[in-house]
Nanobody, 124 residues
Framework: QVQLVESGGGLVQAGESLRLSCAAS????????MGWFRQAPGKEREFVGC????????YYADSMKGRFTISKDGATNTVYLQIDNLKPEDTAVYYC?????????????????WGQGTQVTVSS
């Protein structure tokens, strides 16, 4: 089991950038996939992207390509989500998730462990 703690959220103005962090602890393997999801009020959870722990390959939802960048620091077991040019529609709780998965996946049910989330609010 992997424990995940997100941080870095807050209230920002449209056009600004944020970098969210996800600190992972526990047994992390090269077969782990670390995903980012978000959930806006009244909406279903949405896949943002993921990174394959062993290869650092990243994958993004089509709607997230361009402004969202996922990276990791293997030395500190931290995964990052950089969001540039924030828009009011990016307002959501952002979650980090981990799972031992054979390949990149956008399906939340494929991930075993989840963080508590961090709130991002973008004002216009």
């Amino acid at each position: 089991q992997v424990q995940l703690v997100e941080s870095g959220g807050g209230l920002v103005q449209a056009g600004e950038s944020l970098r969210l962090s996800c600190a992972a602890s526990g047994r992390i393997f090269v077969s782990h996939v670390m995903g980012w999801f978000r959930q806006a009020p009244g909406k279903e959870r949405e896949f943002v992207g993921c990174i394959l722990w062993g290869s650092d390959n990243t994958y993004y939802a089509d709607s997230m390509k361009g402004r969202f960048t996922i990276s990791k620091d293997g030395a500190t077991n931290t995964v990052y989500l950089q969001i540039d040019n924030l828009k009011p529609e990016d307002t959501a709780v952002y979650y980090c998730a981990a799972g031992i998965i054979s390949s990149a996946t956008a399906k939340g049910r494929d991930y075993d462990d989840w963080g508590q989330g961090t709130q991002v609010t973008v004002s216009s």
